[in-house]
């Protein structure tokens, strides 16, 4: 998902991995690699690659918003029968219909 929704982005921006390495000082070899399917390390790189692209960490890594879908507000965590799961509440989009 991640290396999809930072393609996603670059595209978007019209930019090149040349031009974010130069700008940000991100080894050329790990924006490929990231956007080639290698999942990043939550690191001051990957900090600095969003503030770059003007997004934030929950956008990029989780496709929060960047995707047209609905923004996770909540996420709650329960357990059922001794198996463990996570909800997720959205809020809707806005369509105009009540």
């Known amino acids: 998902m991640f290396s999809e929704n ?3 982005l670059i595209h978007s921006k019209k930019l090149s991995l040349t031009k974010i390495s ?3 000082d ?3 070899s790990t924006l490929s690699e990231w956007t080639g399917g290698r999942d990043p390390k939550v690191s001051e790189r ?3 690659l969003c ?3 003007d997004t934030t960490l ?3 890594v989780l496709n929060e918003c960047l995707s047209g879908e609905p923004k996770t ?3 709650v965590t329960f357990e059922i029968e001794k198996q463990n799961y996570i909800l997720k509440i959205y809020k809707p989009k806005e369509t ?3």
Request: glycine content about 4%.
């Open 22 to 24: 130069k700008e940000t």
């Open 6 to 8: 930072l393609r996603n």
């Open 51 to 53: 503030r770059y692209l």
């Open 26 to 28: 991100i080894p050329l």
């Open 58 to 60: 929950d956008q990029l």
């Open 96 to 98: 105009g219909n009540v």
């Open 73 to 75: 507000i909540a996420l």
């Open 46 to 48: 990957l900090i600095r």
